[in-house]
């Protein structure tokens, strides 16, 4: 089974300095990446198969994760319009 990446740099590449400046210098940033990054780990492993759970606790999972990329990007376009 093909698991499909969600972390951030695959979801928007063309972000990738501002991803790394605002986890640098962002400590909100930063914590809503590393939430994001463990709600995705943690999804991959159940979709892998590593760990069993029911379906509706990891359609929550999946929205969580969409829900912190939503904020994630909203900060991300927030830091590049400033620099604008």
């Given amino acids: 089974m093909f698991i499909e990446k969600h972390d ?3 979801e928007f590449p063309e972000f ?3 991803i790394r400046t605002l986890k640098m210098t962002d400590n909100h ?3 809503l990446f590393k939430e994001y990054h463990d709600l995705d780990h943690e999804v991959i492993r159940i979709e892998e198969g590593v760990e069993n759970t029911a379906d509706d606790y990891l359609e929550g ?3 969580k994760r969409l829900q912190h990329k939503d904020m994630l990007f909203a900060i991300i376009k927030k830091y590049q319009a400033s620099k604008a």
């Fill in 29 to 31: 940033f930063a914590r």
């Fill in 8 to 10: 951030l740099h695959h």
């Fill in 61 to 63: 999972l999946k929205k």
């Fill in 16 to 18: 990738k300095d501002e």
